[in-house]
């Protein structure tokens, strides 16, 4: 509890869980208590991971692993340790399609609220994965949705445009032309928005002018991006 980085204790008590001298769930009830005290602590982290890998999947609480990861992640913004932690246990549930689409749409409400943090774009890229492994493309337009949603109200945020080009690089390698089209098109009607304020700036002084800027240079990468990528995949076919 004083000191969670202390490798030596946690071997000890690895021993002592392989000798039987107490349980995995015991071992869980006491890392969680270590890691709301250290959310970012690397050592409890692979520890509790090293656990779980002892403890058959149906007697884990998946929901209170997740649970536990998103009161770390608010503790500690950018927590890796605590955002790994999480795909490890998603990973685990590739043949339950459904717990990973709850996961994934509990991510997506996490991210509301969270814009800047680019943690929760990143799980819902490896998700959408899993997902998209087991045949379900579906995920990948709601995605898109919730994406472009987001962005009429938080365009100037890097992160998401750089989630949709992952989105896009998904829909190219799987023909949907006419779904990259309609991103495409996005992009351009953001980017004449961004134009039409800047071109107020004197006029109004409650427009930002640095977000309007910053939001027409990502709409405008995105655009060359996605042009690049699009042409790429032509020459291939």
């Not at 649970?67 to 992640?73: D, M, N, P, S, W």
């Not at 929760?120 to 492994?133: H, R, V």
């Not at 992952?166 to 309609?182: I, Y």
């Not at 953001?190 to 039409?196: E, F, G």
């Amino acid at each position: 509890l004083i000191n969670a980085e202390c490798y030596t204790a946690w071997g000890v008590r690895k021993a002592c869980i392989a000798l039987g001298m107490h349980s995995a769930a015991v071992e869980l009830s006491f890392l969680s208590l270590v890691l709301r005290k250290h959310p970012k602590s690397e050592e409890a982290w692979s520890h509790r991971q090293w656990v779980v890998r002892q403890t058959c999947l149906q007697d884990l609480d998946v929901a209170e692993e997740f649970k536990l990861c998103q009161q770390c992640a608010e503790r500690h913004p950018r927590n890796y340790y605590a955002w790994s932690y999480r795909l490890f246990i998603a990973s685990q549930l590739k043949d339950k399609p459904d717990l990973l689409v709850r996961e994934l749409q509990s991510v997506r409400e996490w991210t509301k609220t969270h814009i800047s943090d680019g943690s929760g774009f990143c799980l819902m890229q490896n998700l959408l994965a899993l997902l998209i492994q087991g045949g379900r493309d579906d995920q990948l337009e709601v995605q898109v949705a919730f994406v472009n949603t987001l962005l009429r109200t938080y365009r100037k945020h890097e992160s998401m445009w750089i989630h949709k080009r992952w989105l896009c690089a998904q829909m190219l390698d799987r023909q949907w032309t006419a779904q990259v089209l309609e991103q495409w098109r996005f992009a351009e009607e953001v980017m004449q928005s961004a134009l039409s304020q800047l071109a107020h700036t004197a006029d109004d002084p409650l427009i930002d002018e640095r977000a309007e800027a910053a939001t027409f240079a990502f709409a405008l990468a995105f655009c060359l991006w996605l042009s690049e990528q699009a042409a790429a995949a032509e020459t291939a076919t």
